[in-house]
């Protein structure tokens, strides 16, 4: 979570996030404490906890679906987003909860100005102290050095807040947003891959360890009751305030679905209020397994969401429909034309979680790609008004995937009057109307002819033995001369010759 992606979503980040977690958590710390389950003190904790949603499971359902750019999946990381940030001020409250002699709105003012201070100070060392790092170590080219350091980074800020009683959870959540604040932050990730599988299981692991399996038992009434009532306040609230900021009726649902269960932060929560001695063992074992619960059916809730947001809105496809929709969205790719190549780049910019929204004129293969949860919609990009719709002043980046030339050379000249800067890339049959499409604004041009020729020569390579790294340097030679060989080698007159016989075949 980086200050420039808080920043860009900042209307459902604090807005719409902000009022789920303000209204979830007086609404369940209402209940808990009018029907006697709990105290005040209590009651925020367990209302504060249970507002949070499980961002594994979350975002572990959204990448399976490929749904992150959809209007749901966009409000749900953005929702997730702000649980994120206020899990700084809980961790710093629970403790401060323990203190008799003040106030609770005394408690969470001091929570909140000490987290406020915490962020400006993580803000400023992030660009000052922590980048220059990272830039020493990358220099040295050691990726056990980079990876050991990024460790060390998170156990020694775990220490650091607990040496000042605070959350180890809290230290650990600091360094990741010091990290986010580099310019090396998918390094990071990427680094770091291969231990948050394993510590993910761990952390879960632990958590279940300390389940008792008599208590299960005991309570499974009461634990199901508990569970169902969390899902349906949650979900509720969530499609409530869905609606408040215009949702689609769907999406609206979609969100609620997956953002109704518990979180993982709530473990520990719970568990830093027992060790503060705020919540029993028992009350704490009872809240624990209603997070579990709620958690192991985030999967098919998630499932089914998504056939209930395509029964609702498959008909909502116009483009006239989309402004108000895609109003959070900003610095996202266009994509125009959602054939096999179309289909291609969306899943690959769906794993590398960038936002995008799909055009195409074709109202079946919209409407299909709605119902699979695709960000597709109906619209013509050669046409000023289907552009404005989209909010294409927004936009960072375009790509046509249909070779069309007279759409592409329409649909370029309007995208340049209202985004003069924007990069866009071209595909294209071969290369003989590329100097027309780059005088129009074509920012790069693909010619599929040359790069099927590219790929079919390095997968021989490849096969006599040549390594990866000289391939890869040769079809960079080749694009940067702009496929000067294949001019060379292949007449203009044979080319288009050759053309015509393949286009009549």
Request: aromatic fraction near 8%.
């Amino acid at each position: 979570m980086t200050i420039d992606r808080l920043i860009s979503m900042r209307n459902h980040v604090f807005g719409f996030g902000g009022l789920q977690l303000i209204i979830t958590t007086a609404v369940i710390g209402y209940l808990t404490y009018a029907f006697g389950l709990s105290d005040a003190k209590t009651a925020l904790i367990v209302g504060c906890a249970l507002a949070l949603s499980s961002t594994a499971m979350v975002i572990g359902a959204l990448n399976e679906q490929g749904n992150q750019s959809s209007q749901a999946g966009r409000l749900s990381i953005a929702v997730l987003l702000m649980q994120d940030f206020a899990v700084v001020p809980l961790l710093i409250l629970v403790p401060l909860l323990n203190d008799t002699d003040s106030s609770i709105m005394i408690t969470i003012v001091r929570s909140m100005l000490e987290a406020c201070l915490g962020m400006l100070i993580v803000f400023f060392a992030g660009r000052m102290v922590i980048r220059p790092l990272y830039r020493l170590i990358v220099a040295t080219k050691n990726d056990k050095l980079f990876t050991a350091t990024t460790l060390l980074l998170v156990l020694g800020a775990a220490y650091a807040t607990h040496s000042f009683n605070l959350s180890l959870a809290l230290g650990a959540f600091i360094a990741g947003l010091l990290v986010a604040e580099t310019q090396y932050n998918l390094q990071v990730e990427e680094s770091v891959k291969p231990f948050k599988g394993l510590l993910l299981g761990l952390f879960f692991t632990s958590v279940g360890m300390t389940i008792n399996l008599s208590f299960i038992i005991d309570n499974i009434i009461k634990i199901l009751i508990y569970s169902s009532l969390l899902l349906v306040i949650k979900a509720s609230i969530i499609i409530f305030l869905c609606k408040l900021f215009r949702f689609k009726f769907g999406a609206s649902i979609q969100s609620g679905l997956l953002l109704a269960q518990g979180g993982e932060f709530a473990f520990i929560l719970f568990t830093l209020a027992q060790q503060e001695q705020l919540i029993d063992n028992e009350y704490a074992q009872l809240l624990l397994m209603v997070v579990t619960t709620t958690m192991a059916v985030t999967p098919l809730m998630a499932h089914y969401s998504t056939r209930i947001a395509a029964k609702y809105d498959h008909r909502d496809i116009e483009i006239a429909k989309s402004k108000d929709e895609l109003s959070d969205m900003e610095k996202f790719v266009v994509i125009c034309g959602f054939g096999r190549v179309g289909r291609m780049v969306s899943r690959i910019f769906s794993e590398h979680r960038i936002n995008y929204i799909v055009l195409d004129i074709d109202a079946d293969t919209v409407t299909n790609g709605q119902k699979n949860g695709y960000p597709i919609y109906k619209g013509d990009a050669s046409r000023m008004q289907s552009l404005k719709h989209i909010n294409m002043q927004r936009a960072k980046a375009v790509i046509f995937t249909v070779p069309n030339y007279l759409t592409c050379i329409r649909s370029l000249t309007n995208i340049r009057k209202l985004c003069p800067d924007i990069p866009i890339i071209v595909r294209a049959e071969d290369l003989k109307d590329s100097n027309n499409l780059k005088k129009h604004g074509a920012t790069a041009i693909v010619p599929e002819t040359y790069e099927t020729g590219l790929q079919l020569g390095g997968e021989l390579l490849k096969s006599i033995g040549v390594s990866t790294f000289n391939i890869s340097q040769v079809k960079n030679q080749f694009r940067a001369g702009n496929y000067a060989w294949a001019k060379e080698i292949i007449p203009e007159d044979e080319e288009e010759s050759n053309n015509k016989v393949t286009n009549e075949e």
